[in-house]
């Protein structure tokens, strides 16, 4: 079984409530109805999504991004495969896909030509983003329009229960949720300085295999505040660099802290950024974050409270020498 997060909000037009009516999910770009031609390779496939949408682009970094999500949609999506949509409120919907792909000429204009039915697990209910792990809780927050999830199947199903419904209270669930409640306010209680959290948040990425943690001295902060490496299949060393942001719930973090932290990558030739906080993010962060990501070719991660507090629960602090200073 596979899994998928497909956001849908085509040019900007929240499309859930009309996914859940018809039973169907729907990907948008749906001017290009010969992408249905199952004759059609992935390069062939890929020239159809360039021509009809990006005939001026020198290469094919556009036309490729596209081309993939609408790949996945289209051909690697099976029936009887888990679909994660996410929607506003802190919630999430899931969906089982219960056919082949089909195409609307009339719903083009609306970008939802391309769609797939599905069936809808717990009775259309959304689900409480706190019900998923921290990895699935940031894999619904990924700026593509559809990507794989199938590494997260267990914790789909973990959200809602092997039944297909939102998972009732029990011990172990109910344990995790008070004890992210309480991870979150002694974070914000006063307890702890923003050194603290600092300290906090590299001991976790310890704890989440980093191989070397590096926090950087106030004096010499150009926008980074701590820089982890994880080394990839004990060959290639990848580098994270994260800005640690000790704020209470409110206000929330603005864009101004992404840009502090975009301009500390591009200082330390880093590709790969998380803003950390104990608090939220403002909605022009999150614009911001996916400015950035388009005009620098960067990945920025915005874990925000809940989501720190639920990969603290689930990783620990296993690293020695923890302290709140």
Not at 63 to 80: N, P, Q
Not at 100 to 123: C, G, M, Q, S
Not at 272 to 288: D, I, K, M, Q, Y
């Amino acid at each position: 079984m596979r899994a998928f997060v497909v956001r849908m909000a085509p040019r900007g037009v929240d499309w859930v409530s009309e996914a859940l009516a018809a039973d169907q999910i729907s990907i948008g770009w749906g001017y290009a109805a010969e992408l249905m031609d199952p004759s059609l390779n992935y390069w062939k496939f890929r020239e159809v999504v360039k021509l009809t949408y990006y005939p001026s682009e020198p290469g094919y970094q556009q036309a490729g991004s596209v081309a993939g999500m609408l790949w996945r949609f289209l051909r690697e999506m099976g029936e009887g495969d888990y679909v994660v949509v996410p929607a506003g409120g802190q919630q999430f919907y899931v969906a089982s896909v219960a056919g082949a792909p089909i195409y609307l000429p009339d719903k083009a204009a609306e970008h939802t030509a391309f769609r797939r039915p599905v069936t809808w697990l717990n009775d259309k209910r959304p689900v409480p983003r706190r019900n998923a792990r921290a990895a699935l809780q940031s894999r619904m927050k990924i700026r593509q329009t559809c990507a794989d999830a199938s590494d997260l199947v267990e914790q789909i199903e973990d959200s809602i229960g092997t039944a297909g419904e939102a998972r009732a209270p029990v011990f172990g669930s109910d344990l995790r949720s008070r004890l992210i409640d309480q991870t979150k306010a002694e974070m914000t209680s006063g307890r702890m300085d923003s050194y603290g959290f600092e300290n906090l948040v590299a001991t976790l990425l310890r704890s989440l295999g980093a191989t070397e943690v590096r926090v950087v001295g106030r004096s010499v902060d150009v926008g980074v505040d701590i820089i982890a490496t994880f080394a990839l299949a004990d060959t290639f060393a990848v580098r994270l660099g994260v800005q640690a942001k000790h704020y209470r719930p409110d206000p929330p973090v603005g864009s101004p802290v992404v840009d502090q932290l975009a301009a500390g990558m591009q200082t330390e030739q880093i590709t790969l950024g998380w803003v950390a906080t104990s608090g939220s993010f403002s909605p022009e962060a999150v614009a911001r974050k996916v400015e950035l990501e388009e005009e620098r070719g960067i990945s920025i991660e915005l874990v925000d409270g809940e989501q720190l507090a639920a990969m603290l629960v689930e990783g620990g602090l296993r690293a020695v020498g923890y302290s709140t200073r």
